[in-house]
């Protein structure tokens, strides 16, 4: 950010982050008010890994041979996939309460407040069921780790970090064009739900098993195999296997950036249009 | 508006005022309540058409995808009867977790506003208006279900059903499965009376639904131990049930078993939630009296 003295950016940014800090804290205890709640959200975080991991072992189970790769590499796909959910839930999971915002008109105290209106929804409620996503993929890395034959070098483990950050970054871009959309066109809010199931039972498995349609549906369309299945490739030895071309298992943190500023450009248009009519 | 532990008058509780017939124009007014109010917001309609499709078209190539790799039958269900299954699977349960709540008509959200006293006051009991609008909802969540059924027979997607019987056992599994359906959703909700905010407790709900209804995986497919425990809890009522019966999974000669079931988790689920209206009702005080 531009500044006249050059010290008040970094001055604001730590403001920024206090603030969302402040916020956070005094979500945290509103949802500690509610304790039954406040279990079953973290439950909920739970629940939903396990569906996740339970579908890939059911198909897993029953149809033994998915496109050459083995259960722990397969494991590894929904590892990296469920990593990057639970901290994108962490994070920014709060984009799914945007309907719910807009229907208690809370959004609207929102945008008269000094503050960024997405860092406001981030920080609106403390996100409790991110605790339980990230321990249910914590456990299945834990797991996977020790089914796949992948010497963990220096450079495989900053492949891996890299890998998980890039595919909670193309879940926030994903989210922010249905958070767009949804301040655009009221009543869309089922696309998250959209997302959040394909993703979540699509985005876990080999492309080889898919058809071609699905193979450029996920890796140009909705680019969840970006969030998981290629850099998998790469770490298991499959590059060679991969649609398209092998390159595809070095994009990802390129695909993050490209579905992050195009989120980000679809949330500020949207949010535009909803500030002149909404 | 507040939740306490304290004596409501008898003139509070729900299910006191009388019933509404067919005929009613009230009732007619509640049955439409959520079909009304998904038209007010077209773009909903456009979203749960997308969504639906778009499911419904990823299942039918993963299943074909995965049946390509393996034999011709897979845990008794064969690849046609796989994709039916997962077609009519997606319509009934996709299609009903999208649309709940859509008319925000729910305790949850009528306690946050404080306005769920308007429910213990009209001439109609809280539990009948729910009853009425759960009504609505489950035969616009049908008249969805009869459309993509319609589609994916043409499309030749869905295989139709394997006799008349098979129809004929279908139907009424479908209907008791919607009254399960309804009174799973209708406890979870009246948790609030207890919880205030519930948003766990229905995320937590609509996926256990989701999973253990057969909605996500035909719940043939899990394994053995999982299976034996999730076919006989009230989730498997309201999807495995009649879908089993419409693929043929589940014979019609054999049906009696699956449908006395249903109908008994009908009847445990009815008086549960009875009982939890009445305690509900006790918690609510409005103004101190």
Known sequence: MTTTDGTAAPARRVGRLRLAAVIVRA???????????????????????????????????????????????????????????????????????????????????????????????????????????????????????????????????????????????????????????????????????????????????????????LQGAFTFGIPIAFAGYYPAAWLTGHAGTVPVSPVLVYLSPLVALLALLSGLAVWRRCLAWYSRNG | MSLTGRFVPASRRAGRPGPLSWRSPRAYRLMTLVPRTEWAYRPRIAATAFVIVTQVFLYVLLWRALYGESGETV???????????????????????????????????????????????????????????????????????????????????????????????????????????????????????????????????????????????????????LRAVAVHLPFAATINVPVSLYTGRIPAGECWPYVAEQALWCVVLALLSRVMWQRAARRLLVLGG
């Open chain 2, 75 to 225: 845990a008794g269900l064969g690849m046609s009867q796989a994709i039916t299954y997962s077609v009519l699977a997606t319509l009934m349960g996709t299609g009903r977790v999208i649309m709940e709540g859509a008319s925000q008509e729910t305790a949850q959200s009528k306690i946050r506003d404080g306005s769920v006293v308007f429910w213990f006051v009209r001439p109609l009991s809280a539990r009948r208006y729910c009853a009425w609008r759960g009504l609505g909802e489950s035969l616009y969540a049908t008249a969805w279900l009869l459309a993509g059924l319609a589609v994916g027979v043409a499309c030749g997607l869905v295989a139709l059903p394997p006799s008349l019987a098979a129809v004929a056992v279908t139907v009424p599994a479908y209907g008791l499965g919607q009254l399960v359906f309804y009174q799973i959703g209708l406890l979870v909700d009246l948790t609030s009376f207890w919880t205030i905010t519930s948003f766990g407790v229905n995320r937590l709900a609509a996926f256990a639904q989701l999973l253990l209804s057969g909605g996500l995986i035909p719940l043939w497919f899990f394994p053995e131990g």
């Open chain 1, 27 to 213: 979500g945290l205890r509103s949802q500690l008010a509610n304790r039954a709640d406040f279990a079953m959200a973290v439950a909920n975080g739970v629940t939903y890994q396990i569906t996740v991991l339970l579908f890939a072992t059911v198909i897993f189970s029953r149809f033994s041979s998915l496109g050459g790769w083995g259960l722990g590499e397969i494991l590894l796909i929904s590892s990296i996939r469920m990593l990057g959910h639970g901290l994108y839930m962490l994070f920014f999971g709060n984009l799914g309460l945007i309907p719910h915002l807009l229907r208690e008109g809370r959004f609207e105290a929102f945008r008269t407040r000094p503050a960024p209106v997405l860092l406001q929804v981030f920080t609106y409620e403390a996100p409790i069921n991110a605790l339980g996503d990230l321990v249910v993929a914590g456990a299945s890395l834990t797991v996977c780790l020790s089914l796949v034959d992948v010497t963990w070098s220096p450079a495989a483990l900053c492949f891996l970090a890299v890998a998980v950050a890039a595919a909670t970054v193309i879940e926030l871009g994903l989210n922010l064009h249905i958070a767009g959309l949804v301040l655009r066109f009221r009543g869309s809010e089922s696309l998250f739900f959209w997302l959040d199931n394909t993703a979540g039972n699509f985005g876990n498995y080999p492309l080889s098993v898919f058809p071609a349609v």
